[in-house]
Structure formats: C-alpha cells, structure tokens
C-alpha cells in the first residue's frame, strides 16, 4: 500500500451515506418499518477502475407486497427493490472518492491493485457492522434490521463477515445446509464422496450445486475416474465428464480408451472427448480418426490447448505451439476453420511466468495463428515487471516489423495492457499512427488516448 489513501475518512463517508440514504427513506415512507439495506453490484476491472456498490433499502411492507412465489427470491435482491441508489454519497463525492480510489489501486503492480481491492471490501464490511449498529436504534428499522454486502464472487464469504453466525443460520439457512453438507461430504470415503458428487453435476438445486461438485471433483484427482467414465455414455452429461477429466488430467489407460470409445461415436459427447484428449496430449488419437469427424470437432481438439478451456485443469500443461504449427502445415485444409476459431475475442488462454519463453518464441513463428496468438497472451501485466522488461522491447518490435496488419495491431493492444509499465513507450505507439493499416493504426489512436498521450506535452 502506498499510504495515500485516508481509509479511514473514505470508510466515515461511506458509512455516513449509507446511514444518510436509510434514514432519508423512513422519513419518505413514515410507518414502514425497514428491514434490510444492501451494498452491492461492486463494479471493478481487474488492474483498473473500480466503483462504490449501489445500495438498496426495503421494508417489510415493500416484501409483503411480493407475491407469495416470489417473496423469498426479492428479500436480498437489492435491484428488485423500489428504493435501489446509484449515487448515495453525499453531494458530489462520488466521482472524488471513485478515482481516488482507483489511483490507489493502480498506483503500482497488480498485487497492489489486488491489495488495494481486499482493503476496500474490508472496508465495506466495517461500513455494514457499524451502520447496523446505529440504525438498529432508530424506531423506523425493524429491531433485526441488517445491512449486507453483497457480491458474486465473494457472495458466502462476505455474509459471513458482516453478519453474526446466528444471523447467518437465520438469514440465510442455505448457507448452513451448504456447510454441513460439505462436512458431511468431507468425512466419506474418495469413491463414495464421488458417487454422491457425480450426479449432482448439472443440477442446481440444493446445498451441493453443480459447480460446487464439479470442484470436489476436480480435487478428488483420479480417484474421480471411476465415477466420471460411465458419465460419457449419458448423452446430457457426456460433455461434463469430458471436462472433468481432462481438467483433472494425469490420464490413465481407463481414461485415454473411455475418451476414445466416445469419440467413436456419434454422440453428443463426441466435441468434448476430441478436446478432452487434446488437452491430455493425446491429438494423435484425435487426428487418427480426422477422416470421420466433423471438420470443427478436429478444429475445435486442435486449438483447445490455446483456449481459456485449458485454464480449468488443476495441472496445467504448459504452453507449446509445436502441436499446431504441424496441423497448419501438414493439415492446410483445416486452416481456414482454424483461424477463425483462433480468432482474438474467442478465448485465450491465461499463461504463466514459466511459459513466457513458449510465448516469447512464438513471435518469431512463420505461422500468423501462432503469431497472433503469442502476442495476446503476453499482453498481461500480471506477468509481473520482470517479464514486463524483457517483453515490452519484443511488442515494439513486433509492431515495427511483423508483416501482418492483425498482429501488428494485436501487438499494440498487448502493449496497452501493461498500463502504466508501457506510457514510456508512446513514441513507438505514435510511430504506429503511421502504418499502412488503418487497423493499426485505429489501435495506435486508442492506445494513446487511453494513456492519455495523445496531447501535446
């Protein structure tokens, strides 16, 4: 952290507007009693921008109004409600505290944009606690009145923060089911946690959804196998096993010939196995039987280790573009499909630092898919500064001298993603202005602007 920010005023303000925004909405509605604020929709750009939540107010009068079926669904949906704020801070202090926060948070690494973010959703719990303290006293708020914070990604975990373990049993009883459930599930046998996990997949009902299973799956390793193989014959779970076995990889004989058996058929599991050996390093098998497949069931096994598909496996294979510089050049047919479905927008995957040098390699490819895909991949300043060293030289020059316009433009963009570790590179960028490609060139003006060097010093 770099100190800058007053947390502490920045959390007074907070709580004096969510206090504010309450009471403003009993005076409104005298004779309603208010049972729930809720603070959420935290909009946030990983490594960017990030916003204040909206707030929502609701009475108990307000739910009753609900129809029956529906009353339960609206009780914590804040954008259901008729009292939902974008700008509750006091006067004009939104757009203050919003940038400022951002400047905060983007100030250094990725890290201190992570940091700076976990700062604020701890900040935003103490705003809850504390205004549930000081509305509790006004006559107006239901005497178990609750303020929330609300967010999908971090939705049980924050629950737990702001409210109490009584509140929590009380409030939200699915919760509870969905911690002894998994106690419960934790306390079995591998091969019986997976024979109760496997037919929850698909189903999203209940203490143990389907994404819940799917992780339990993927944790359980090879002991899983048993369990997923038969799923290939289920026509609607077919895909889902597929999957999960190649997320889970360390494939065995069992693995590899189930996969093959259902990719000798014409079922609907058929594209999942294809991709699933892929991902296995098995394409070989895939290509044996290219003659009988669909074109894109092929296209789709080929380009899966290049997708953000490959991010799921608990063991991610690493990055290698021999596998598909040899299709392009021994399967020229399939190129055309293959380079639509390896388009940018379509998926890539996330690299690691221990696969830069794969990347890195990849720019000097003969082929525009490797090349164009290379270039993507290392525009992510995760990376962190190390790479970003040693990357940022290869992106100019790929801007400078790649012969093809998309990745020219490509490179431009990557380099844009490093923020604030590439301003000083602008002169390469308005050099790009020039290029004979209006796409690059249409990048190169977005570049500047967005780093806002497209002014005169």
């Known amino acids: 952290m770099t100190g800058s920010f007053d947390w502490d005023e920045f959390e007074q303000v907070l709580l004096e507007g969510v206090v504010r925004s309450v009471l403003d909405a009993a005076d ?224 065995d004989d069992r693995v590899v010939r189930a996969l093959c058996d259902a990719l000798s058929t014409d079922g609907t599991g058929l594209g999942w196995a294809a991709v699933a050996l892929s991902r296995l390093g098995r394409l070989d098998l895939v290509l044996d039987q290219a003659g009988r497949l669909p074109p894109e069931v092929v296209v789709d096994a080929v380009a899966a280790p290049y997708t953000s598909f490959r991010d799921d496996a608990v063991t991610v294979p690493p990055l290698d573009y021999r596998p598909l510089a040899d299709f392009i050049e021994h399967w020229p047919a399939y190129v055309p499909a293959l380079d639509e479905r390896l388009q940018p927008g379509h998926g890539y995957c996330d690299i690691t630092v221990d696969e830069v040098d794969a990347a890195v390699g990849g720019l000097g490819s003969p082929h525009v898919i490797v090349r164009r895909h290379a270039v993507s991949v290392l525009g992510w300043r995760r990376l962190g500064p190390h790479v970003g060293r040693r990357v940022l030289p290869l992106l100019c020059r790929t801007i400078q001298q790649d012969p093809d316009a998309s990745v020219r433009r490509l490179a431009v963009l990557s380099l844009l993603w490093w923020k604030k570790d590439s301003r000083h590179l602008a002169d390469v960028v308005r050099e790009a202005m020039e290029d004979s490609a209006g796409e690059v060139r249409d990048a190169a003006a977005y570049w500047l602007r967005e780093q806002g060097a497209d002014k005169p010093a």
């Open 28 to 251: 409104e509605h005298p004779g309603e009693r208010f049972y729930a604020a809720v603070l959420d929709h935290i909009y946030r750009e990983e490594d960017g921008r990030i916003e204040r939540p909206c707030l929502g107010v609701n009475s108990v009068e307000a739910l009753d109004q609900e129809p029956d079926d529906r009353r339960a669904e609206v009780r914590w949906s804040a954008p259901d409600w008729d009292l939902y704020l974008d700008n509750w801070l006091p006067g004009d202090s939104t757009g203050r505290w919003v940038e400022a926060l951002t400047a905060e948070a983007c100030s250094g690494t990725t890290r201190q944009w992570e940091t700076t973010f976990d700062q604020y959703l701890t900040t935003l719990v103490s705003v809850c606690r504390r205004a549930r303290t000081t509305l509790r006293a006004n006559s107006a708020t239901h005497p178990d009145f609750v303020v929330l914070l609300l967010d999908d990604e971090h939705h049980e975990a924050l629950i737990r923060r702001v409210l109490t373990a009584e509140e929590v049993r009380r409030h939200f009883p699915e919760l509870e089911e969905r911690s002894v459930a998994l106690a419960g599930l934790a306390a079995l046998p591998p091969s019986e946690r997976a024979a109760i996990l496997v037919p929850r997949l698909g189903k999203f009902d209940g203490p143990i959804d389907s994404d819940t299973a799917e992780s339990a799956l993927r944790d359980l390793g090879p002991m899983a196998f048993p369990s997923l193989i038969p799923l290939l014959d289920v026509p609607d779970r077919a895909w889902q096993a597929a999957k999960l076995l190649a997320d889970i990889g360390r494939p």
